[in-house]
């Protein structure tokens, strides 16, 4: 049972950064693929980004793409999302995920078995 828990979630204006960083019960090198989900209230679980644990290629959601950047740091365990340019609809629970198997990056939430509690991102305008 792979163990996956955020932080560097927090309240920040319209324009500014945040690093969220997970860290994985196992070693990261192990999971296929690791990635970042997004919740805001009343709305679907949305695929914000990717990493493929076999080569290290990224996807990202088509609404953060140019100001979000996924890493991973096999040697810690942990993977981060670098948040640039936050807009306030980036406001959601930040999830981190990782799957059973995968070939490349999954993009569905149905294709991960492993979920960390969320950190909250809000960004104020």
């Known amino acids: 049972q792979v163990q996956l828990l955020e932080s560097g979630g927090g309240l920040v204006q319209a324009g500014e950064s945040l690093r969220l960083t997970c860290a994985a019960s196992e070693r990261t090198f192990s999971l296929y693929a690791m990635a970042w989900f997004r919740q805001a209230p009343g709305k679907e679980r949305e695929f914000v980004a990717g990493?493929?644990?076999?080569?290290?290629?990224?996807a990202y959601g088509d609404s953060v793409k140019g100001r979000f950047t996924m890493t991973e740091d096999n040697a810690k365990n942990q993977v981060y999302l670098q948040m640039n340019n936050l807009k306030p609809e980036d406001t959601a629970i930040y999830y981190c995920a990782a799957p059973t198997y995968a070939i490349g990056v999954p993009r569905t939430r149905f294709e991960y078995d492993y979920w960390g509690q969320g950190t909250q991102v809000t960004v104020s305008s």
């Open positions: 990493i493929s644990m076999n080569g290290g290629s990224t």
